[in-house]
């Protein structure tokens, strides 16, 4: 690692009613990968806004390579050579590789074309990014468009480059061609601040940590020195107490409860045929590589996607559930995998969005008091914690984790007696991940049965008695017990069956 490259010192910055930062330090080295952590809260987004120039500090100074500088607008950051890449996309798919990287750099109205294209050529090969000039960005995977916008950055001489959550969207493979394009980048002198949930890319990829927690520092971290489990415990401000308890917890949530729900030869527009049942007080779940099917088959049970064919029983009761409202009078609530687009409406309330299925199970003719719904949603905000101004607030400000709480606020109002959790804990931050699956555990003592999907097969081990594994569309296995193991999944996913014991 070089010379230091980019310093702020004591930087301040509150909202009405909220200190997002107070007397916060960061520094970045040049040629050096530095993870920016925390919970969702932490103050992670808004340092990142203050030093692009998104948002003014109150107090503050930044410097780079030793030189203060004053950063009031985007524009300025870029001038001083700090570019950001986004979780999501910022550039135009409909356009070309080479038009994205150069689109509102050229100040002629002539585009010399060949120029461009052979300066884009140029970049990628030199940046080992498999995609051609010419090729339509929309073509491309979203890996690749995040590392054409990385060239973009590159080609404007950026000194300091932050990622901001830029695998959360990415398969195992596209992650690690991402971390070969930042170790390059590294090698060649660009400080690289990555921002990012998911602990085991940190401690592959980083070289320092900086944690923040409410809006303060915690302190600077060499990533050798820093156990996972301290960094967490810093994360928090606490003990992982919680998560020892869920580990004590791993695969031995019972069973043992009559029969729930039954599906046979149940297929959707989305899902192929397959058969599934839960039992009274059971958490299990759908495990898989993305594309498998394991989002299909809980939307097919909820009716979200169209119902093609099969049985479905609810305590031996054969039912018709063809769509949402059917499987909501039946007792089944559904938090969807895409929070953004199928869970919250942004600019409704936290209140308006956590009434929202009770009022539709109580039919829209018969609307509730603002007495009820401010009663109903007090109690959910206490018992969630979920962080929030009021319950008059947009949902849409509050951080990823409390989205998720507030959704998960919904269908716990409903009382169902069958809850999918498709991806409750993506995006979100260590504490929050842990209080839903402790949660979900402790709704499952209390008698709901729950369907759990997650990404991260330790979390899945940790929270499922019963795991059903599926690959390409089909279930390929089922796990318990002593089988619950994550060398038994990933065989199995691959095709191998699990170990013999």
């Not at 601040?193 to 990829?205: G, K, N, S």
């Not at 992982?240 to 409860?257: M, P, T, V």
Request: proline residues 3%.
């Amino acid at each position: 690692m070089g010379e230091i490259l980019l310093t702020m010192r004591g930087i301040c910055k509150s909202f009405p009613g909220v200190k997002a930062l107070n007397n916060v330090d960061f520094t970045l080295r040049a040629g050096e990968i530095h993870a920016l952590m925390g919970e969702n809260g932490a103050g992670k987004s808004t340092l990142i806004k203050v030093l692009t120039g998104v948002y003014p500090k109150d107090t503050g100074e930044i410097s780079v390579e030793g030189q203060p500088i004053a950063i009031h607008s985007p524009q300025d950051a870029q001038k001083n050579g700090i570019a950001t890449v986004y979780q999501e996309i910022t550039l135009c798919p409909n356009l070309t590789v080479a038009e994205n990287m150069f689109i509102g750099r050229n100040e002629n109205l002539v585009v010399d074309w060949g120029k461009m294209v052979k300066r884009s050529d140029e970049l990628l090969k030199n940046l080992g990014i498999p995609a051609r000039p010419k090729q339509q960005l929309g073509s491309c995977s979203i890996a690749v468009q995040q590392m054409v916008a990385i060239a973009r950055a590159v080609d404007m001489n950026c000194k300091v480059l932050i990622l901001d959550e830029p695998t959360s969207s990415l398969d195992d493979k596209e992650v690690e061609m991402l971390f070969s394009l930042m170790r390059d980048l590294k090698s060649r002198g660009v400080g690289i601040i990555f921002v990012t949930h998911f602990l085991e890319q940190v401690y592959a990829v980083s070289d320092r940590i900086t944690v923040l927690r409410n809006g303060e520092l915690v302190g600077e971290y060499v990533v050798e020195e820093l156990p996972q489990v301290e960094l967490v415990a810093k994360m928090m401000g606490k003990e992982l107490e919680g998560l020892s308890d869920l580990d004590k917890n791993r695969g031995k949530s019972s069973a043992a409860g009559e029969s729930l729900y039954e599906a046979e030869n149940l297929s959707s527009s989305e899902a192929k045929p397959f058969d599934f049942q839960i039992a009274k007080g059971e958490v299990n779940g759908f495990t898989g590589l993305l594309g498998s099917g394991r989002s299909e088959s809980v939307r097919a049970i909820f009716a979200a996607d169209k119902v093609t064919g099969g049985k479905v029983r609810m305590k031996g009761k054969q039912l018709n559930i063809n769509t949402p409202y059917q499987a909501m009078k039946a007792g089944i609530g559904y938090l969807p995998e895409d929070r953004k687009r199928d869970g919250i409406i942004a600019d409704l309330s936290v209140r308006e969005n956590i009434i929202l299925a009770l009022q539709v199970m109580k039919g829209f003719f018969h609307p509730m008091s603002k007495a009820q719904m401010s009663g109903f949603a007090d109690e959910y905000i206490r018992a969630l914690e979920i962080k929030t101004a009021s319950q008059d607030t947009p949902v849409g400000s509050l951080s990823g984790g409390n989205q998720q709480k507030v959704i998960l606020a919904r269908w716990l109002l409903t009382h169902p007696e069958y809850l999918i959790l498709d991806e409750p804990t993506r995006g979100i931050d260590v504490g929050t991940k842990t209080e839903i699956q402790r949660l979900v555990l402790k709704l499952a003592e209390e008698g709901m049965s729950i369907t759990f999907i997650s990404s991260e097969i330790e979390e899945m081990l940790r929270t499922c008695s019963r795991l059903i594994v599926m690959r390409d569309r089909k279930i390929v296995g089922e796990l318990k017990g002593e089988e619950l193991t994550q060398s038994n999944v990933m065989r199995t996913i691959a095709g191998g069956g699990k170990e013999n014991a």
